[in-house]
């Protein structure tokens, strides 16, 4: 993933109800709730519940800056928000891994084949855990996960699809 133009990041008093971080498409600018008010929204059943708080928080920077990355990707639907938040938490649950933490914190099951349309936008707006346990065990199971997020940042793979 590449972002070729300046991110300007702002640690901001508040934001939008449940939002810990908030990338502002097109404006290549994210607000970000600071480590403590992020700590203190996270859920204590969440899917990033045994994370420590500045890991937790250095994650949400890595899951605003994968959304300004994918912002210049073009969509044929208007908008890929399951594709988006694929890329999004597959890279925050990532950045958590290179810190040092397991991959069964965020509760998968790796023995179970997760397909491209179970990774879609119901999942994402009903149940954000099952939606992110579900991107990153479909991205664990890919043989070469870098190529995989690549081939989504070159638009050749989306999981959005037009309503029939």
């Not at 925050?92 to 891994?97: N, T, V």
């Not at 084949?113 to 890919?142: C, G, Y």
């Not at 996960?145 to 793979?157: D, N, P, R, T």
């Amino acid at each position: 993933m590449i972002i070729t133009d300046p991110v300007e990041i702002e640690v901001v008093k508040s934001l939008p109800e449940n939002c810990m971080g908030l990338y502002h498409c097109g404006e290549n600018r994210i607000e970000i709730l600071p480590p403590d008010a992020t700590g203190a929204l996270r859920k204590p059943n969440s899917a990033f519940a045994e994370f420590p708080t500045e890991q937790f928080f250095d994650s949400i920077v890595t899951h605003e800056l994968s959304h300004a990355a994918f912002d210049k990707i073009p969509c044929a639907t208007g908008i890929c928000p399951a594709t988006a938040e694929y890329v999004a938490y597959t890279m925050q649950i990532r950045s958590l891994i290179h810190a040092g933490h397991s991959d069964l914190g965020v509760g998968m099951n790796l023995d179970k084949t997760i397909e491209n349309d179970e990774i879609n936008a119901v999942f994402l707006m009903m149940a954000p855990d099952i939606f992110i346990q579900k991107a990153w065990t479909h991205l664990s199971q890919q043989e070469d996960a870098c190529s995989y997020v690549g081939q989504i940042m070159s638009g050749k793979i989306r999981f959005d699809f037009e309503a029939p």
